[in-house]
């Protein structure tokens, strides 16, 4: 049963601590990326790899750092340095001719 | 600056009526547009796509529609059913000349149908 698995579900972050969001996808997708979503906004992008071992920023990339050593692992980790990081957070993985993104079910990250 | 605007947060319509969902986009290069369909807490689903080369594509009870002298798109949902209540998501890329596939997302519009 193929699929985009993201973990936790909830996860509280106290001041100046980092937390790593985790995403694995077992469909074989080249691309991955990560979004937030805060509430009455759209989607923002945080960071995309298209390959292992290569990632670039989104739009909205500071107080955020990750990695891609693994084509199924894509993991999101969100720094001291960002102040603001309440939000839902959305890893997705496409194909690499492209188009449809496939979302994992989301983390809640608050802070305490 | 916002290159992919739903200018409705929200939209009511009743059970078995017709649901249209706007979207406007500002950058020209755009030549692939998406609808997606989220529930609260969850992730979103892919609902349709349209290639900038089309100016409709239909997927049963799903039509988008796209005016690209005008940059805009529409979702059209027939006949609508109270499952349908969630917020659709206008999204848009470059797929033409690259390799990079990123989604340029709108706010949404919260869409409810009433019994």
């Known amino acids: 049963d193929g699929g985009i698995t993201q973990s936790p579900k909830y996860l509280f972050r106290k001041e100046g601590q980092n937390v790593t969001l985790s995403c694995e996808q077992n469909?074989?997708?080249?691309?991955m990326y990560w979004y937030r979503q805060d509430p009455g906004q759209g989607l923002r992008l945080i960071y995309y790899?298209?390959?292992?071992?290569?990632?670039q920023k989104g739009d909205i990339a500071e107080g955020y750092s990750v990695s891609r050593e693994k084509k199924e692992s894509f993991p999101l980790t969100v720094t001291s340095a960002q102040k603001n990081p309440t939000a839902f957070y959305l890893c997705?993985?496409?194909?690499?001719?492209?188009?449809?993104?496939?979302f994992g079910s989301g983390t809640q990250l608050s802070v305490l | 600056d916002q290159q992919v605007k739903q200018n409705s947060p929200s939209l009511s319509v009743q059970e078995g009526r017709i649901s249209i969902l706007n979207c406007d986009y500002t950058?020209?290069?755009?030549?692939?547009f998406l609808w997606y369909k989220k529930y609260p807490a969850e992730g979103p689903t892919f609902l349709i796509s349209?290639?900038?080369?089309?100016d409709k594509n239909e997927d049963g009870r799903f039509t988008v529609f796209l005016n690209k002298s005008a940059k805009h798109l529409s979702l059209h949902i027939v006949p609508s059913q109270p499952g349908d209540s969630a917020v659709y998501f206008c999204?848009?890329?470059?797929?033409?000349?690259?390799?990079?596939?990123?989604?340029?997302f709108g706010k949404g519009t919260l869409l409810t149908v009433n019994p």
């Open positions: 469909l074989n997708h080249d691309a």
């Open positions: 790899s298209q390959i292992v071992n290569d990632f």
């Open positions: 997705a993985s496409s194909t690499p001719t492209g188009g449809v993104l496939f």
């Open positions: 950058n020209s290069m755009f030549d692939y």
């Open positions: 999204a848009a890329s470059v797929r033409s000349g690259g390799s990079n596939y990123k989604l340029t």
């Open positions: 349209i290639s900038s080369i089309k």
